[in-house]
């Protein structure tokens, strides 16, 4: 099993669409939560991190995370064109320092 | 403010060599962590420098190793570089200490192919 797992997609969804990304973890240890994205080519870029339990909002995009569960969350709303890219969801630890165990992520398409 | 910078970009090396890649972090932040990026593979953590010293190590082999210094700049190093050691090498800048992770700003990367 995986420590981090992500669907690979592609996910497709229509321009103005809500985009669902889901991350499930498995290491009960974990505390951080955050979500990048990456455009082919170019390095992962910051979008959300999440520490509680619940959701955070910021923008265009919510974050939710169950700890019980095990699985965090990133929902886009109004998806843009622009927003296609990979999705990565990573995860660290109390204890680890700044180790982030990241997921393989999931390819969101938005289609006009 | 500045953010992460990495150089070279681009490195193109033959096998049996070493290599040194370099990375400024933001100002002010004093944790620097590579990572090895593949399409196989994805995003592996390779180690974390904070304050000088590797606080974290992943599960890489001795061939690859690090330093941080005292200005937080860091180095990762590879030496006897094999084909399989052709990635995308990326450094993450983080503020450092605290009970969570903090967030983490990735550089551009190095391109590294190794021939």
């Known amino acids: 099993q995986k420590e981090v797992e992500q669907n690979s997609g592609p996910l497709s969804v229509p321009e103005g669409a809500i985009a669902s990304l889901n991350c499930t973890y498995s290491?009960?240890?974990?505390?951080?939560f955050f979500w990048y994205r990456q455009y082919s080519g170019k390095s992962p870029e910051l979008i959300m991190f999440?520490?509680?339990?619940g959701d955070k909002e910021d923008g265009r995009f919510t974050a939710q995370l169950n700890k019980a569960s095990q699985y965090v969350s990133l929902l886009i709303r109004d998806s843009q064109p622009s927003d296609s890219a990979t999705y990565l969801c990573a995860v660290g630890r109390t204890g680890g320092g700044n180790k982030l165990t990241f997921g393989t992520g999931t390819q969101l398409k938005v289609e006009l | 403010k500045a953010g992460v910078t990495q150089t070279p970009r681009y490195l193109i090396k033959t096998r049996g060599q070493q290599v040194t890649l370099s990375c400024s972090p933001i100002s002010g932040h004093r944790s620097v962590s590579w990572y090895q990026q593949t399409p196989g593979q994805g995003l592996q953590f390779l180690f974390e420098y904070f304050s000088e010293t590797q606080r974290n190590k992943g599960n890489f082999p001795g061939r690859f190793s690090g330093r941080q210094f005292s200005n937080s700049r860091s180095e990762m190093n590879v030496s006897t570089l094999e084909l399989g050691d052709s990635a995308l090498y990326l450094c993450?800048?983080?503020?450092?200490?605290?009970?969570?992770?903090?967030?983490?700003?990735f550089g551009q990367g190095t391109r590294l192919t190794v021939v």
């Open positions: 993450a800048s983080s503020p450092g200490q605290g009970a969570l992770n903090t967030e983490a700003f």
């Open positions: 290491d009960r240890g974990s505390q951080s």
């Open positions: 999440i520490y509680s339990n």
